[in-house]
């Protein structure tokens, strides 16, 4: 098991080690917020990191299984395509932002447009979410145990959204969808694999009522 | 017997104007803005407004064909451990796979290897055409990030974080459902067939102080090795330059408003932005300003369209320039050939701006069989190194006529403004005159 101490090591050193390894496990110590810790991972690694991180913890992680014992910042697994990643604490704004595949689990809570541009990703939020949550959203699954803020799904296309708790306004072009027995099967097998404890039948789900997919003048005001 | 009326004697009226009336009419028709592609169409101050002072008796000119005039440009020396190198400072600016067909994309990757200069992705990913042909290529990262993955970011010879460009400053893309193929939509994650709007801010960072953190993400995931560039559209030049340098950049890409797209709002393309010749020297003056001109590397593009456009870019100190429409034109676009094809279209070789249809002529802009196949990526390379050759050969002549051995030695100095708009933008003196308007002089 390799540790690194960032107190004392860099964040270059840790992720250029991270890139010259292809198995086995490190733990980080000390991140101290620090930006970029363990992005660009592309093999089947387990990283600890144990405090809090800063921008773009897990960026473009490939493979690798993250888990982040604190808060993360802004952008944590942004484009994320396959593997885990963790946070046991709240994420900052754009929590798995344009993520293609992959899940990422969020023990607390996640700040505003959580899950923008996702592409595939799994994102699993164990409390709230911010605003103009799954903006733009084309693919994946969001799931929110807690309450969403405004404006969820703004402007969606294809993703998926499960949200227990209460829903603020509805972005555009998002709309509540019947949430069928094969949708909660779907969700089940989903928490269950994350970890998450919620009960699947009291979530509602939400998608794109596919309004604005081609301009349409007489739609402009949904806009 | 019916009266005639004799059209000479009647005056239209200037502020109505018969493309006025037209486009009135069509928006009462559809109800939609225009969307088109192409370039601005309006007249704008332009590099032609300039003209070189050739040597005489106070400068000593080079012989043409035998001395040497080197043309060579490294672009991302600041931090990248693998800068780039190129043969000539003309690179072929960023279009996406989408909007231009595969075999286009092929024929850019050719010419620009060939000629030992680089060509850049576009919205939508890299394709596996592109990378094979493209020696020196450059990824672009786009607010839509559409087809964006760590795999193509390390077999990258360098990143281009879009933020801006000259046709849309401010603006995201467009790429209508019926360009949207099985490969374009897979690529992108999006349905067929829909309407596919690119954002037109980043997902995941706001301002320079984010920029700065996400470039340092992106020097993590390539390990430092490859240079990393801004691209902007021109409009406050000379702070987004500064703030560009500021976040981090090797290099940094200004694109005036004559710059191209495929598909963007007539109204953005003709009404946003400054022209790319007050561009160049507002961003020369920024990076001047910092002690930064040459350490960081500038590219010019938007409306670049001959060897003399890019001998006065480099002559402002831009150290590269980049060409989209003018490559395009050079594999065919607007040629006089497959002329009903036009017509079907409702435009003309000369006038055609139909690149959004995806119906293009001549096999460019499109993503249909039939028409993609009068393009082959030979021919259209061949054409488009014919063409780049010419405009090397352009700058060349020029550049010996100032008595320069290498492009890049080209200076102000060297040139004089034909207007006193292009004195005042250039900041060259009015020929004639010493005076620069706006100067304390």
């Known amino acids: ?223 | 017997m019916p009266m005639t009326t004799d059209n000479k004697t009647l005056r239209p009226s200037a502020t109505f104007p018969q493309h006025v009336l037209d486009e009135i009419h069509r928006a009462a028709d559809q109800g939609i803005y225009e969307i088109r592609g192409f370039g601005a169409k309006r007249s704008l101050p332009t590099f032609d407004d300039l003209v070189f002072l050739g040597a005489s008796m106070s400068r000593y000119p080079l012989e043409g064909y035998r001395e040497k005039c080197a043309t060579d440009v490294v672009l991302g020396t600041r931090f990248a451990k693998r800068p780039i190198e190129l043969k000539i400072p003309i690179t072929i600016a960023g279009m996406s796979f989408g909007a231009l067909g595969a075999n286009a994309k092929e024929s850019l990757g050719r010419a620009a290897t060939a000629m030992g200069t680089s060509t850049t992705t576009g919205d939508g990913g890299m394709t596996e055409e592109e990378r094979q042909s493209s020696e020196i290529l450059v990824y672009q990262v786009l607010p839509s990030r559409y087809g964006l993955n760590p795999d193509d970011i390390r077999r990258a010879d360098a990143l281009e974080v879009v933020v801006g460009q000259g046709a849309k400053p401010g603006g995201g893309g467009m790429l209508l459902g019926h360009k949207i193929t099985e490969r374009v939509a897979s690529m992108r994650d999006l349905p067929q067939d829909i309407d596919q709007r690119s954002a037109c801010r980043h997902p995941d960072w706001t301002g320079p102080d984010d920029l700065e953190i996400k470039i340092q993400e992106l020097r993590e995931i390539t390990d430092w090795q490859i240079p990393i560039y801004i691209k902007v559209g021109a409009t406050r030049v000379s702070y987004d330059v500064a703030l560009a340098v500021k976040s981090g950049a090797d290099v940094i890409v200004v694109d005036g408003m004559q710059g191209g797209t495929a598909a963007t709002q007539d109204v953005f393309i003709e009404h946003v932005g400054i022209p790319t010749l007050p561009a160049v020297r507002m961003a020369v003056e920024a990076l001047q300003e910092l002690g930064m001109h040459r350490k960081v590397q500038l590219i010019v593009s938007g409306g670049i369209r001959s060897g003399a456009d890019a001998a006065k870019a480099l002559a402002l100190g831009a150290d590269a320039v980049s060409i989209g429409s003018a490559a395009m034109v050079a594999m065919g676009c607007n040629r006089n050939v497959f002329t009903e094809d036009y017509d079907a279209i409702g435009t003309a070789p000369g006038f055609c701006h139909h690149c959004h249809t995806g119906r293009c002529p001549v096999g460019i802009a499109t993503q249909e069989p039939k028409l993609e196949a009068r393009l082959q990526p030979e021919q259209g390379a061949r054409w488009l190194r014919n063409y780049l050759s010419t405009m090397v050969l352009e700058l060349q002549t020029l550049t010996r006529a100032c008595g320069k051995t290498h492009v890049l030695n080209l200076e102000p100095e060297d040139l004089t403004a034909l207007t006193i708009e292009a004195a005042a933008m250039a900041k060259v003196p009015l020929a004639g005159t010493d005076w620069i308007p706006g100067n304390n002089k």
């Not at chain 1, 164990?126 to 309450?147: T, Y």
């Open chain 1, 1 to 223: 098991m390799a540790a690194f101490d960032l107190n004392t090591d860099s964040v270059r050193d840790l992720n250029q080690f991270l890139h010259d390894t292809s198995t086995g496990m490190s733990t980080v110590t000390n991140p101290g917020g620090r930006h970029c810790i363990a992005c660009g991972v592309d093999a089947p690694l387990e990283v600890s990191v144990e405090g809090h991180v800063g921008y773009y913890c897990a960026g473009m992680n490939k493979n690798a299984a993250i888990t982040i014992t604190g808060n993360a910042g802004p952008g944590v697994a942004e484009n994320i395509m396959s593997g885990t990643v963790r946070v046991r604490g709240n994420a900052s704004q754009y929590a798995g932002a344009t993520g293609h595949g992959g899940t990422l689990i969020i023990e607390g809570d996640a700040s505003a447009r959580c899950g923008i541009s996702m592409k595939g990703v799994d994102i699993v939020v164990a409390g709230n979410v911010g605003h103009m949550s799954a903006f733009l959203a084309q693919k994946g699954r969001l799931v929110v145990c807690g309450d969403a803020g405004d404006f969820l799904g703004d402007s969606i296309y294809e993703a998926q959204i499960y949200v227990r708790g209460k829903v603020g306004e509805l972005g555009a072009d998002c709309i509540e969808k019947e949430m069928t027995a094969e949708h909660v099967k779907e969700l089940a097998e989903l928490l269950s694999s994350t970890g998450v404890e919620a009960t699947a039948g009291e979530f509602r789900r939400y998608g794109s009522a596919r309004k604005l997919y081609n301009f349409n003048i007489d739609h402009a005001d949904d806009y």
